[in-house]
C-alpha cells in the first residue's frame, strides 16, 4: 500500500471529526480553525463536492458574502440554485446525445415566495432533496462567505438559525450545515455555548505549514522552480499571519527567481499576493503600486504568448480599481474599471464586462457626473444583454438596473430602464433580493 503524503494525512483528521460530528445528530458542524489551516478544510471540501454515491452525502460550499442580516440568507439560496443548476447542465453534456432517458432539469424555489432569507435557503434545500432523492440522502451545506462586514449581524444570522431548528420542523435530519469559525479569533464560541442542542463544536488538530514543509522539502531538488513554490507557501503564510516583515523578504526572493527564469506569470502572482497582504496590514499605496507593476509584467508575459497573462492583467487591473473603491479614491477608481472593463471585453468575458462598466458608473455617480454615469451604466446594460439569459439572474445585473434609475436623466430613460431590465431579468426584477441593498 502506498504511504499517504502529509496532506492526505491531515484532510483524514477532517474525514474523523466529520464522522463524529454525523454520529451526535446534530444540524450544525463549527469547526474552529486556525487562519493557517483554513486551506486543509477548503481541500476537505473540494474533495467532499467530488459526489460519491456511496457515502449518501452531497456537499455543497457557499461563499456569499456577508452583507447584512436580512439578505444573507437569499444571497445563499441564489448562490445554491445556481451550483445546482450548473451542475445538472455539466451532467447533462455528459450524457450520451442519443440516450433515451429523459432529460433531468432543476427549477429553482421562486424567492419572491420565501417569508425571509432563512426561508428561501431550506426551500432551496429541501426543493433539492426532494429533486435528487434517487442520488443522495443527506446535503451538507458549507456556509463559508469570503467576507463578513458585520460580525455581531453573522452571529445573529446563525442564532436565529438555531431557534429555528429548535422551534420549528423545517431542518429534518438529513440537512447539515457547516460553520468555519477563526480560532484566534473565534465568532460562535458563546452561542455554540448556548445551543449545545444545535452546534457541535470541534478543533481539528490540523498542521498545514508542517505537512507543506514535508512536502517541499522531500520535492526540493534544488532547482529554481523548488526555491520559488517554497518562497510562495511562505508567502501565503506570511499574509495569514499579517506577517509584512516576512511577506516582503519572501516576495523579494521570489521575484528575482522569477526574473531570472522569465517567468512572467509568476511575478504577477507574487505580486498581486504581496498586495493582498499590504491591504490585510492597511497599506493601500504599497499594494497599488504592486498591483501596477504586476500589470507591467502581465502584459510582459503577453508580449512572450505566455499562457495566462491576459486573464492575471484583468486581476491586477480589477484588484487596483478595487483598492481605490475601497479608500474612496473615485476618480482613479473609475479610470482602472474603464480599463478591466476594456481589457474584459476584448476576452468576450460579458459577466466581469458588466461589473467594471457597472462599478466605473458607480464610482462616477459618486463624482456627481450624472451624465457619465449612465452612459458608463448603458455599456454595462449592453454587455449584460450578452450574458447567457440563465446566468444573468446570479449577477448584480439589478444592481446595474438601480443604478440606472437614479442617474437617469429623464422620464423617457427611466421608462426605457424599466423595459430593458424587464426584458433581461423579467417583470419582478425590483422585488429581487439583489435589487433590495445597494453594493458596490
Given at each position: 500500500?502506498?504511504?499517504?503524503n502529509p496532506?492526505?494525512?491531515?484532510?483524514?483528521?477532517?474525514?474523523?471529526?466529520w464522522?463524529?460530528?454525523v454520529?451526535s445528530?446534530r444540524p450544525?458542524l463549527r469547526w474552529t480553525?486556525?487562519?493557517?489551516?483554513?486551506?486543509?478544510?477548503a481541500?476537505?471540501?473540494k474533495?467532499?463536492?467530488?459526489?460519491?454515491e456511496?457515502?449518501?452525502?452531497f456537499?455543497?460550499?457557499l461563499?456569499?458574502e456577508f452583507s447584512?442580516?436580512?439578505r444573507?440568507?437569499?444571497?445563499?439560496?441564489d448562490?445554491?440554485?445556481r451550483?445546482?443548476?450548473?451542475g445538472?447542465?455539466a451532467?447533462a453534456e455528459?450524457?450520451?446525445?442519443d440516450?433515451?432517458?429523459?432529460?433531468?432539469?432543476?427549477?429553482?424555489?421562486?424567492?419572491?415566495k420565501a417569508?425571509?432569507?432563512?426561508?428561501?435557503?431550506?426551500?432551496s434545500?429541501?426543493?433539492?432533496l426532494?429533486a435528487?432523492?434517487d442520488y443522495?440522502?443527506t446535503l451538507?451545506?458549507?456556509i463559508?462567505?469570503?467576507?463578513v462586514?458585520d460580525?455581531?449581524?453573522?452571529?445573529r444570522?446563525?442564532?436565529?438559525?438555531c431557534?429555528?431548528?429548535?422551534?420549528y420542523k423545517?431542518?429534518g435530519?438529513?440537512?447539515?450545515w457547516?460553520?468555519?469559525?477563526n480560532a484566534?479569533h473565534?465568532?460562535?464560541?458563546?452561542?455554540?455555548?448556548?445551543y449545545?442542542?444545535q452546534?457541535f463544536s470541534q478543533?481539528?488538530?490540523?498542521?498545514?505549514r508542517?505537512?507543506?514543509?514535508?512536502?517541499?522539502?522531500?520535492?526540493?531538488?534544488?532547482?529554481?522552480?523548488a526555491e520559488?513554490?517554497?518562497?510562495f507557501?511562505d508567502m501565503?503564510?506570511a499574509?495569514?499571519n499579517?506577517?509584512?516583515p516576512?511577506?516582503q523578504?519572501?516576495?523579494?526572493?521570489?521575484?528575482?527567481?522569477?526574473?531570472e527564469?522569465?517567468?512572467f506569470d509568476m511575478?504577477c502572482?507574487?505580486?498581486?499576493?504581496r498586495a493582498?497582504?499590504?491591504?490585510?496590514?492597511?497599506?493601500?499605496?504599497q499594494?497599488l503600486?504592486d498591483?501596477?507593476?504586476?500589470?507591467?509584467?502581465?502584459?510582459?508575459?503577453?508580449e512572450?504568448?505566455r499562457?495566462?497573462?491576459?486573464?492575471?492583467?484583468?486581476?491586477?487591473h480589477?484588484?487596483?480599481a478595487?483598492a481605490y473603491?475601497?479608500e474612496?479614491?473615485?476618480?482613479?477608481?473609475a479610470?482602472?474599471?474603464?480599463?478591466?472593463a476594456?481589457?474584459?471585453?476584448?476576452?468576450?468575458?460579458?459577466?466581469?464586462?458588466?461589473?467594471?462598466?457597472?462599478?466605473?458608473?458607480y464610482c462616477?455617480e459618486?463624482?456627481k457626473?450624472k451624465?457619465?454615469?449612465?452612459?458608463?451604466?448603458?455599456?454595462g446594460?449592453k454587455?449584460?444583454?450578452l450574458?447567457e439569459?440563465e446566468q444573468?439572474q446570479?449577477?448584480?445585473?439589478p444592481?446595474?438596473?438601480?443604478?440606472?434609475?437614479?442617474?437617469a436623466?429623464?422620464?423617457?430613460?427611466?421608462?426605457?430602464v424599466?423595459?430593458?431590465?424587464?426584458a433581461?431579468?423579467?417583470e419582478?426584477?425590483r422585488?429581487?433580493p439583489a435589487a433590495r441593498?445597494?453594493?458596490v
Amino acid at each position: 500500500m502506498t504511504e499517504k503524503n502529509p496532506i492526505e494525512r491531515e484532510l483524514e483528521k477532517l474525514d474523523a471529526q466529520w464522522e463524529t460530528f454525523v454520529e451526535s445528530g446534530r444540524p450544525i458542524l463549527r469547526w474552529t480553525i486556525d487562519p493557517d489551516a483554513s486551506q486543509l478544510v477548503a481541500g476537505f471540501m473540494k474533495m467532499r463536492e467530488q459526489f460519491d454515491e456511496t457515502s449518501g452525502e452531497f456537499f455543497v460550499a457557499l461563499h456569499s458574502e456577508f452583507s447584512s442580516l436580512e439578505r444573507f440568507g437569499y444571497d445563499l439560496s441564489d448562490e445554491l440554485n445556481r451550483e445546482i443548476a450548473a451542475g445538472v447542465a455539466a451532467s447533462a453534456e455528459d450524457e450520451d446525445d442519443d440516450s433515451e432517458e429523459e432529460t433531468f432539469t432543476w427549477r429553482a424555489p421562486d424567492p419572491k415566495k420565501a417569508l425571509s432569507g432563512h426561508d428561501a435557503l431550506y426551500k432551496s434545500c429541501h426543493q433539492i432533496l426532494d429533486a435528487f432523492a434517487d442520488y443522495f440522502s443527506t446535503l451538507v451545506i458549507a456556509i463559508w462567505p469570503h467576507e463578513v462586514k458585520d460580525l455581531k449581524a453573522w452571529r445573529r444570522w446563525l442564532q436565529l438559525a438555531c431557534e429555528i431548528h429548535r422551534d420549528y420542523k423545517l431542518w429534518g435530519g438529513n440537512l447539515k450545515w457547516i460553520i468555519v469559525d477563526n480560532a484566534k479569533h473565534p465568532v460562535f464560541a458563546k452561542l455554540a455555548q448556548d445551543y449545545p442542542a444545535q452546534i457541535f463544536s470541534q478543533t481539528p488538530p490540523l498542521n498545514l505549514r508542517e505537512a507543506m514543509n514535508k512536502i517541499m522539502e522531500d520535492a526540493d531538488d534544488g532547482s529554481p522552480g523548488a526555491e520559488f513554490r517554497q518562497c510562495f507557501v511562505d508567502m501565503n503564510y506570511a499574509v495569514q499571519n499579517n506577517d509584512i516583515p516576512a511577506l516582503q523578504r519572501r516576495s523579494e526572493r521570489a521575484l528575482v527567481i522569477a526574473g531570472e527564469q522569465a517567468w512572467f506569470d509568476m511575478q504577477c502572482s507574487v505580486l498581486l499576493l504581496r498586495a493582498s497582504g499590504y491591504l490585510n496590514a492597511k497599506q493601500p499605496e504599497q499594494a497599488l503600486q504592486d498591483y501596477q507593476q504586476a500589470q507591467q509584467c502581465a502584459l510582459q508575459g503577453m508580449e512572450a504568448e505566455r499562457p495566462g497573462c491576459d486573464k492575471l492583467l484583468f486581476q491586477a487591473h480589477m484588484s487596483e480599481a478595487s483598492a481605490y473603491l475601497s479608500e474612496k479614491r473615485y476618480e482613479e477608481a473609475a479610470k482602472s474599471f474603464r480599463r478591466s472593463a476594456d481589457i474584459a471585453e476584448a476576452h468576450e468575458d460579458t459577466m466581469m464586462c458588466m461589473e467594471s462598466w457597472r462599478l466605473q458608473s458607480y464610482c462616477l455617480e459618486r463624482l456627481k457626473l450624472k451624465g457619465y454615469a449612465w452612459e458608463s451604466a448603458l455599456r454595462g446594460l449592453k454587455a449584460a444583454g450578452l450574458i447567457e439569459p440563465e446566468q444573468r439572474q446570479y449577477t448584480t445585473l439589478p444592481y446595474l438596473g438601480e443604478t440606472l434609475l437614479r442617474v437617469a436623466p429623464s422620464r423617457e430613460d427611466k421608462d426605457y430602464v424599466h423595459e430593458a431590465m424587464s426584458a433581461l431579468l423579467g417583470e419582478g426584477w425590483r422585488e429581487a433580493p439583489a435589487a433590495r441593498t445597494e453594493t458596490v
